[in-house]
């Protein structure tokens, strides 16, 4: 059986990819300006994407948000 992945590794994936963006986006090796100003420039960038392709932003942050809350509820579960 696999080892359940805690909100703290998802939160650090999270970061790795919004510093991964931040980086490639203006260079240096960290954040360019604070983190909540670089999470909104990266979904703008993602909302550009979804357009692009067809799909539907809202749907997806909707079915994230349902994934949120269901992750942190199964976290509290546990024992």
Known sequence: MTKPITNAER???AEIG???YAIRKEGGDGFYD????????FLTELMHYAQRRGID???CIKRAEGHHEDEVAEERRAP
Do not use: H, N
């Open 11 to 13: 939160a650090m994936w």
């Open 18 to 20: 919004l510093l991964e």
């Open 34 to 41: 604070d983190a909540e100003l670089v999470l909104s420039d």
């Open 57 to 59: 932003f809202t749907c």
